[in-house]
């Protein structure tokens, strides 16, 4: 089943209600059609961290808060139907609010800067951290007593990993029962899984 971007989840993602989604997608046709294209090159430039727009150079079409709302609304459907890897059809679907014409320019823009929007996402995911993993390394040891109980037989995992931070790199050494195990696995599982939906 293919993922569904509408104006409901645009609007969960930017916390504003399904209506006022619609509302602030419809600013859109203020612009006249000529000047769309320029203007949505210009929000997927935002998106990917280069050139912030100026509301200076559109005051004349919306006033601030108009602007700032739809601004938030296009950058909002370009990053979710990029990290959703959601095709043509989805993403028109979210816009249907939109005059056909104008439907076609966003999806060109889109289509003609998919790589480089999907690119962005993932170094701003990467740039949570500064901490990469170089190397690792792992030994299975089995406890078999401590000082508390005479008879253990309890496997642990000893794990070193060197990683590198802020061009340093540090050793870091973890040991673990069979449940921490389980646990690190799952965790490591599920942001696995995240940086899958970003390629």
Partial sequence: RGCQLTASHVAYCTGRTAEVTR???????????????????????????????????????????????LIEVLSSVF??????????????????ELDPSYQEGLLKCLKGRREEIRQALIEKTNAVSSTQLQNF???????????K????????????LDVKENGALKPVSIEMNREELQTLINSLEAANKVVLQLK
Avoid at 137 to 147: F, I, M, R, T, V
Avoid at 149 to 160: A, G
């Fill in 149 to 160: 109980i005479s008879s253990l037989q309890t496997p642990l995992l000893n794990l070193d």
């Fill in 23 to 69: 509302i602030m997608i419809k600013l859109l046709e203020k612009l006249p059609g000529t000047e769309c294209l320029k203007f949505l090159h210009r929000v997927i430039d935002r998106v990917c961290g280069r050139d912030p727009l100026r509301f200076h150079d559109y005051s004349g079409v919306w006033d601030l808060a108009e602007w700032l709302e």
């Fill in 137 to 147: 390394d792992w030994q299975l040891k089995l406890a078999l007593s401590s000082d």
């Fill in 79 to 96: 990053r979710a139907a990029v990290g959703k890897k959601m095709s043509d059809e989805e993403v028109q679907q979210s816009i249907s």
